[in-house]
């Protein structure tokens, strides 16, 4: 049986892609972050493709599921709620924790890791985005902890960029500062600065350890280009296939609230996805959609299930069944995504378990 919507992951691109980054910061060690399933191409299979020095990803129960599939690489949980029984946990699965409250910095403040293997952690510095991480007076008290228990290894020190794909931003050396000066307090440790865009476009901030996310799956994370970002290549391709094909007479209006009118005599061509399948409800008339090669526009609003096309000037005739690309190969995500008001990021995590992975 046919599918009706699918998403083509390709990861050879994503082998790729980590590949050329890599190789310009060949000095750097690379966490991957699969958090949110690998941005929705799958973190199990990208896991199994690519040999980073640790996976990043956001939950315990996301590192458990690569636990319990086999993977030994080093996995570190970056923004866990992290209690005292997610401690224990994260000591069981052999995960490296992220503090970054001091919710969570009182609770390794009095927990007793139960075998002799080093308890490895990393500590969050909040070094002017002011989401997670540490201040000055809590990173103290985290060197009198880690001082204090032996069986804890602090393996590295961890800041976000609130601009880091905005070249040339003051913020972002200004955040740099701040931040070196806070690390300063721990002689020795590594430190991770750069994420994706950090890590192409501000190679004097990429610290021991780079956390590559976007750029893995093909994506340039910043309105500017380079060497590198001009050879990534999109993984992942969501397709889908007409399911009717409808004439429509000058003057009436498709879909809810009528938001499309026909300017003419139209053609409409009824696509099998929707916002139930993480098509975006808010992808504006003239969104693009590819179909055999040929780029048409969305025209109505999103509905759960289908979208619309008008292809009337379509150069050869259409049919049931044939194949529509909504975003990737011969459609760029990041367009897209501008289209409908938001970023490539959520339209890779929002497709639905209706749209079926086929992994290449």
């Not at 310009?24 to 690519?50: C, D, F, M, R």
């Not at 866990?80 to 994260?90: G, I, K, R, W, Y």
């Not at 007793?112 to 985005?129: E, Q």
């Not at 001082?147 to 880091?164: D, F, K, R, Y």
């Amino acid at each position: 049986m046919q599918t009706l919507s699918w998403a083509d992951i390709d990861l050879s691109a994503i082998a790729y892609n980590f590949d050329i980054i890599k190789q310009s910061s060949p000095n750097q060690k690379t966490i991957a972050v699969i958090k949110a399933n690998g941005y929705g191409h799958g973190a199990l299979e990208i896991a199994k493709t690519i040999k980073a020095d640790a996976f990043g990803v956001a939950r315990i129960h996301e590192a458990k599921l690569l636990r319990d599939k086999g993977i030994q690489t080093p996995i570190i949980v970056m923004s866990e709620l992290l209690a005292e029984d997610q401690l224990t946990e994260c000591e069981q699965l052999r995960l490296e924790p992220v503090i970054h409250s001091a919710f969570a910095l009182n609770n390794l403040k009095h927990f007793r890791p139960r075998t002799n293997r080093p308890f490895r952690c990393w500590l969050k510095v909040d070094s002017g985005m002011h989401r997670l991480g540490l201040n000055s007076e809590q990173l103290d008290t985290a060197k009198c902890v880690f001082e204090a228990h032996p069986n804890l290894h602090l393996v590295g020190l961890i800041t976000h960029l609130a601009s880091a794909e905005k070249i040339g931003d003051p913020k972002n050396t200004m955040q740099a500062n701040a931040f070196k000066q806070l690390a300063a307090k721990f002689e020795g440790v590594d430190i991770s600065i750069a994420n994706s865009a950090a890590t192409l476009f501000h190679p004097d901030l990429r610290g021991e350890w780079l956390r590559l996310g976007i750029s893995l799956y093909g994506i340039n994370p910043a309105h500017q280009s380079n060497t590198v970002t001009e050879n990534l290549k999109p993984a992942m391709t969501v397709r889908s296939r007409i399911i009717d094909i409808k004439d429509i007479p000058q003057g009436d209006r498709v879909g809810y609230n009528g938001i499309w009118q026909a300017t003419r005599s139209s053609r409409i061509a009824i696509i099998g996805i929707g916002y139930a399948d993480g098509y975006p409800r808010h992808a504006k008339n003239g969104t693009p959609v590819l179909i055999n090669g040929e780029r048409f526009p969305l025209s109505g609003r999103v509905s759960m299930d289908m979208i619309s096309v008008d292809i009337t000037d379509a150069s050869k005739p259409l049919k049931v069944g044939d194949v529509a690309t909504l975003w990737g190969e011969g459609l760029d995500a990041e367009e897209v995504a501008q289209s409908c008001g938001t970023i490539a990021y959520e339209l890779f995590t929002s497709a639905g378990q209706r749209v079926t992975k086929i992994y290449r």
